[in-house]
């Protein structure tokens, strides 16, 4: 068995958020999925983007906020699942007032250093 729990995990700051790297690539053997933990501060975001070959999902385990994908918009709460398919553009916001805390997983696992200088040189609203 395998374990790995957020205070262990590498963490990345930005846009109101917190992310933190449960699974990538090669760790304990996987090679198919990407997972991260995501705290989001009222009024955080991760801001609108795109993997074009990776399939998504967004698990809301608490809080509420605002999904964006394609041309759709969806507020979203804790038991909400979202799909999002490769090449669709996506976002979500925190829009309640509390974090709002979300799973997200990828495959085939997506480059985490690729999408963080992505996230690093957008400008924060």
Same mark, same amino acid.
């Given at each position: 068995?395998?374990?790995?729990?957020? #205070?262990?995990?590498?963490?990345?700051?930005? @846009?109101? &958020?917190?992310? !933190?790297?449960?699974?990538?690539?090669? /760790? *304990? @053997?996987?090679?198919?999925?990407?997972?991260?933990?995501? +705290?989001? &501060?009222?009024? =955080?975001? &991760? /801001?609108?983007?795109?993997?074009?070959?990776?399939? /998504?999902? !967004?698990?809301?385990?608490? =809080?509420?906020?605002?999904?964006?994908?394609?041309?759709?918009? &969806?507020?979203?709460?804790? =038991?909400?699942?979202?799909?999002? $398919? $490769? @090449? #669709? $553009?996506?976002?979500?916001?925190?829009?309640?007032?509390?974090?709002?805390? *979300?799973?997200?997983?990828?495959?085939? $696992?997506?480059?985490?250093?690729?999408?963080? +200088? !992505? *996230?690093? !040189?957008?400008? /924060?609203?």
């Amino acid at each position: 068995m395998h374990t790995i729990s957020i #205070n262990d995990a590498p963490i990345n700051r930005r @846009g109101g &958020q917190e992310s !933190y790297l449960l699974l990538k690539e090669g /760790q *304990f @053997g996987s090679h198919n999925l990407v997972v991260t933990w995501v +705290d989001c &501060q009222p009024g =955080g975001e &991760q /801001q609108m983007h795109v993997h074009e070959t990776e399939e /998504q999902v !967004y698990v809301i385990v608490r =809080g509420s906020g605002l999904m964006k994908t394609g041309d759709e918009e &969806q507020e979203v709460s804790a =038991g909400t699942l979202i799909f999002v $398919p $490769p @090449g #669709n $553009p996506h976002a979500i916001r925190n829009t309640g007032p509390e974090i709002l805390t *979300f799973v997200s997983a990828a495959s085939p $696992p997506m480059d985490i250093d690729a999408l963080n +200088d !992505y *996230f690093a !040189y957008k400008p /924060q609203r």
